[in-house]
């Protein structure tokens, strides 16, 4: 009769127990902070670029031109006196951008990438040991060009190219293009992008219409102090005294976001080796579609920002440092127009 009640007991015992148990496992879960699911959706997709087709006519690494109906996205292939071109459709609205060399001579594909608000189009352009990619955001009404990077194929132990297949993301301010298996991530940064120009803007008009040409210098009184801006051949270009005596050199003024503000893209150099070398610059592999400098005409005054040169072979920026560049949290100089 004892052992029964003891059973009793032990058996009560532990229910009140597991009761305990439930009751504080049911409040642990109740005082745990909720899990917005649909806010960690929305970042992916934020971030996130999904590949949609695109239909291109002509030969398969040669198309005359490229789009795609549902996005209302049109762009067209052309050569001209041994210079790219491409023209955009995009919103009713035509762009242009133009290159000083034929860029697309061994082939090109295309890839476009949408997140839902914005998309992405690279363009791989075939070089001999390597790829090209040219890299565009569509974004509202207008298409805007990101950069360009350079890379060398990987080949594997039957010397055969390494195949790479696109995996786009952004991340702080930086868009990130993934290759896969055997190849270095490439980072462009979206703060240097540039929104095309129209292609009724006509280039030779800008000194008549922003009186942008002439000389612009940090100090008047001294004497290759910053840039001469002027008009040849329809385009305009910059000569600009990076480090004097060591480096001058001629640069391609590219139209902006808007009507006052401009890129300079590397065209040749003004000066040859061998003071030029001992400063790190290389003209065979310094980028000609990176910007190495912004300009904005303000109040008769120039604003400048410099950015340095891209070497296509290291992969890196040299000469950030300059008579342009400012000590200060800006790198925001100020040109003077000199008679």
């Not at 996130?48 to 996005?71: H, L, R």
């Not at 050569?79 to 609205?93: C, P, Q, T």
């Not at 001629?250 to 070398?277: H, T, W």
Request: proline residues 3%; glycine residues 4%.
């Amino acid at each position: 009769m004892k052992l029964k009640s003891n059973t009793c007991y032990i058996l009560s015992l532990f229910v009140l127990l597991l009761s305990s148990c439930k009751e504080k496992q049911s409040d642990s879960t109740t005082n745990q902070p909720k899990i917005d699911v649909k806010s960690i959706d929305e970042a992916l997709i934020s971030n996130s670029y999904s590949q949609i087709t695109m239909d291109c006519q002509g030969k398969q690494f040669a198309p005359t031109n490229c789009g795609n109906k549902e996005k209302g996205l049109y762009y067209e292939f052309k050569l001209a006196d041994g210079k790219s071109i491409i023209e955009f459709k995009y919103k009713n609205k035509n762009f242009i951008h133009s290159f000083n060399e034929s860029i697309f001579e061994l082939g090109v594909n295309s890839y476009l990438f949408d997140n839902g608000s914005k998309m992405i189009l690279v363009l791989d352009s075939f070089l001999e040991y390597g790829h090209t990619f040219y890299v565009y955001q569509i974004d509202e009404d207008s298409v805007k060009y990101i950069g360009s990077k350079n890379f060398d194929v990987k080949l594997d132990k039957n010397e055969i190219e390494l195949k790479y297949n696109f995996n786009i993301s952004e991340k702080d301010k930086i868009l990130i293009l993934k290759l896969g298996t055997g190849y270095d991530d490439i980072n462009l940064y979206i703060s240097n992008s540039f929104v095309l120009p129209l292609k009724e803007n006509n280039l030779s008009n800008i000194k008549s219409k922003n009186n942008l040409g002439g000389l612009w210098q940090l100090d008047c009184n001294l004497q290759n102090s910053g840039i001469d801006i002027y008009v040849k051949e329809s385009n305009m270009y910059a000569t600009v005294a990076v480090a004097p005596p060591a480096i001058f050199v001629e640069a391609k003024v590219i139209p902006g976001e808007s009507e006052n503000i401009y890129y300079l893209r590397f065209e040749e150099q003004d000066m040859n080796p061998p003071a030029a070398s001992e400063n790190e610059l290389d003209p065979t592999y310094t980028s000609k579609t990176e910007n190495i400098a912004k300009i904005e005409l303000k109040d008769n005054k120039l604003n400048f920002w410099w950015y340095g040169f891209y070497n296509t072979k290291t992969k890196k920026w040299s000469n950030k440092e300059s008579q342009f560049s400012n000590n200060g949290i800006s790198n925001l100089v100020i040109l003077n127009r000199c008679e």
